[in-house]
């Protein structure tokens, strides 16, 4: 069997050509209106509910994209990541070196996205000597070994289609014992089988939050507002699903728990890669990278 035949006939390339086209229009459409220029995030968002969290920055009531942003804080949680080299995976319009840059006093912070317009908007908005980006694979990704203290991917590898080349490259490219600080949407049915497969590359699971609750509340609260930024002229659908309205597929397949969303913090400890064999490896193509582009 090969990659293709769990992809549902696509082949890995042409999900990444989708998806490249996708994001590529979603944030062409952004530059032009009004929004655009503060258009930071494309994440769900996080709000509080009753279970503990996890970050100790205290933002202010009133704040632009507070949840996009509070979704970001809750990842780094209390790790330490100061004076670190960090490499953001999926970095979109560059939401998470903005706020990583702003509320912690990082060396170097390199965003990577595989979206042309997505790395021109963040070039231009964002780029200096401590922030730079990067057009790029997170499958192959253009580093020497062992060089971040820390990596960040939210709500990116959902997108992937062989994923399972994302956790090795992510490996590779950390040095022992930094950190893999981790948010995305997962299908329930594969959660313990991404676990092991992440466990036998080397990674130590330090935290595992499901976090499907407080996305749920982010999307009651902002979806309808973010459609507003998306020209009307969008398959309604598509763009409903994008946003995550409450009724979408995404959404309520959230709530039915279908998916969870979640939180993860791995430290890179000697790796078992080895004993992965070639059935659980290429049983790795992500079928939710195929679920979600059919809804797109
Ligand atoms: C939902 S957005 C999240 C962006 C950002 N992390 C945030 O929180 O705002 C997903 C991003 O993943 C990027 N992406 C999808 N597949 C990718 C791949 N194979 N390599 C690198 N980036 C990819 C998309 O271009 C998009 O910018």
Redesign the pocket.
Known sequence: MDSKHHLNNYSVEQV?NK??QI?DLINSDLSSNIFGNYS????YGYIADHNPQYSNVELPKQELNKS?IKL?LEVIGDCDIRDGEIL??????G??SFTINKYFGVKRIIG????SN?ISFCKQKFENYRLQFLE????NLPFSNNLFDIITN???SC??PHILNFYTEVYRVLRMGGYFLYSDIFLAESMDHTLNVLDKIGFVLEIDRDITNNVLLSMNESAARHLAAYSKDKNEKMLNNFVALPGSKIYEDLKNRKMLYKIFRFRKEHGKIQSLNQEQALNYSNSLAIEILNHS
Not at 40 to 43: E, G, K, R, S, T
Not at 88 to 93: A, Q
Not at 136 to 139: F, H, L, S, V
């Open positions: 990444k998806y490249k994001y930071f995030f494309l994440n996009s970001i953001d995976i999926g970095c979109g319009r939401g998470t990577l996205d595989q979206s997505a790029g694979d997170a499958e939210i709500e990116s997108n992937y």
